[in-house]
């Protein structure tokens, strides 16, 4: 079993940066792929990075691709997603998401969420 818990959530101006980071439960945290997805209002729950268990490899949308970032610290058992550049479409709740081994684009093929937290990007 594995909880995870976001934070760095909040409201900001358009061409802001935030930081999002999300803290994992659990002693296997390099065996799983982490990603970061994101549901706006009416909207379905969509991809937004993800990286593998190494953090090796990073993926990433095309609408956030060189704005955003993400990265992992196994020791600390966190991922996090720097975003750069915000616009008022990143608008959100953004969610972290694990699965064991290999990673997917498709939000049904993880196995563990978190509650997520919400991103506000004001014009």
């Known amino acids: 079993q594995v909880q995870l818990v976001e934070s760095g959530g909040g409201l900001v101006q358009a061409g802001g940066s935030l930081k999002l980071s999300c803290a994992a439960s659990?002693?296997?945290?390099?065996?799983?792929?982490m990603a970061w997805f994101r549901q706006a209002p009416e909207k379905e729950r969509e991809f937004v990075a993800r990286i593998t268990g190494s953090g090796g490899s990073t993926y990433y949308a095309d609408s956030v691709r060189g704005r955003f970032t993400i990265s992992r610290d196994n020791a600390k058992n966190t991922v996090d997603l720097q975003m750069n550049s915000l616009k008022p479409e990143d608008t959100a709740v953004y969610y972290c998401a694990s699965r064991l081994w290999v990673g997917s684009w498709d939000r049904s093929d993880y196995d563990y969420w978190g509650q997520g937290t919400q991103v506000t990007v004001s014009s």
């Open positions: 659990g002693r296997t945290f390099s065996s799983y792929s």
